[in-house]
């Protein structure tokens, strides 16, 4: 009963101070979030590599069937927020991690694929043309992986993505070892006064630039589940690259009630597969929640997995307008609600206990994590 009741502590280990003004404008909550900590570190045999890569994760458990699900115990969840991490020369190794209440109190939240098709009526998305949008800031944020999926750039050197991106649950997919991270770059005009004025309106072409990433982080809540489970709680992973790539990044933040959210409304970017090099931005409104998942019906193709979901909020200690990242789009879920089909785009949340571990991995400090 003592693991149970810390636990609760944990998972709800954010205070929300939403304003009550008539003239509110959506700001960020203040969360204190827990310390997750390294305790040891095993050596793995290398993996295989044998995985083919899913760039769609498919789970029959929607809302009601999450919402139901037991609280896990202390000890699972330091389980599963224990982690694997792949380096670039094929070796892995696991840690396991040390879960530290500092502070507490808040507000907290506790099969089968109808059709293959994430287009829900009237296809909303709108594909990014020219340079002028797509090398500024957010849509800058967002970079191609060589499995075929998205990552949204969170800090100097990393990239926040899907797990099932990088490891199907069982075993590393074929490309893991010789990951690599595409930058949009445009590519060099020909010629000179020679070159075609009448081409000008044209939208400019582009080229990725490709950067090879060091190291991989995957939490075991992923590996150990699987995606028709708890494991689609567990479905995102940490790039960090072998050099910095010099552009604005988005930083991450505590996903707060949906309730609170701008409009009720997300966005993200990413690389969809029925629009071979094209970005394409989407925004819509959460139709439901759990503690770990925003269901969504964003319309979205396989290639936009490990898309970062944002919004932009008021952040009060700057007195500035901020977009964070919330979430990690992850993939579609076909649920029977009451024997009517329903289908869902499901993302992410990054609870206060995820943003630790993230934060951590990106910053190998727990007094920078300490505000979510």
């Known amino acids: 009963m003592a693991a149970l009741s810390t636990l609760i502590l944990l998972l709800c280990a954010a205070k929300d101070v939403m304003p009550s003004s008539p003239h509110w404008k959506p700001t960020w909550p203040s969360y204190r979030v827990p310390v997750i900590l390294p305790q040891s570190t095993l050596n793995l045999d290398k993996p295989q590599f044998d995985a083919e890569a899913r760039l769609e994760v498919v789970s029959p458990c929607g809302p009601a069937c999450h919402k139901s699900s037991p609280l896990p115990t202390y000890e699972e969840v330091k389980n599963y927020l224990s982690y694997e991490t792949l380096y670039a020369n094929g070796s892995l190794t696991e840690t396991e991690v040390g879960i530290y209440i500092l502070s507490n109190g808040g507000d907290g939240s506790r ?17 990014i043309f020219g340079k002028d949008f797509l090398l500024n800031y957010p849509f800058s944020t967002s970079v191609k992986l060589s499995t075929g999926c998205t990552g949204t750039l969170v800090a100097e050197k990393h990239v926040l993505t899907a797990a099932h991106c990088i490891h199907d649950g069982k075993s590393y997919v074929k490309g893991a070892q010789k990951l690599r991270v595409g930058f949009l770059k445009p590519k060099q005009k020909d010629g000179g006064k020679g070159s075609n004025i009448t081409n000008s309106a044209m939208p400019e072409k582009m080229k990725f630039q490709w950067i090879r990433v060091k190291r991989t982080h995957v939490p075991k809540g992923w ?10 709680d567990y479905d995102y992973a940490l790039l960090e ?7 604005k990044f988005m930083k991450i933040g505590v996903s707060p009630p949906a309730r609170h959210l701008p409009g009720g409304r997300i966005h ?3 690389y969809d597969n029925d629009r071979p090099g094209n970005l394409v931005y989407r925004f819509c409104d959460v ?6 998942l925003l269901y969504q019906q964003c ?9 970062g979901v944002y919004v932009r909020m008021w952040k009060r200690q700057n007195q500035k307008w901020e977009r ?15 024997g009517t089909p329903q289908d869902f785009n499901v993302a992410v949340r990054i609870t206060p206990l995820k943003y630790a571990q993230i934060c951590y991995w990106i910053k190998g400090n727990y007094l920078d994590c300490r505000e979510g």
């Open 324 to 338: 964070k990242i919330i979430g990690i789009f992850s993939g579609h879920q076909w649920v029977d609600m009451n």
């Open 111 to 127: 099969g089968r694929s109808r059709t293959k098709r994430q287009i829900y009526g009237y296809d909303s998305r709108f594909s």
């Open 299 to 307: 319309d979205a193709q396989p290639g936009a997995s490990g898309s």
């Open 287 to 292: 139709k439901d929640e759990t503690y770990d």
């Open 268 to 270: 993200f970017s990413g």
């Open 223 to 232: 590996i150990k589940g699987n995606a028709n489970d708890i494991g689609m």
């Open 241 to 247: 690259l072998k050099k910095p790539h010099k552009r």
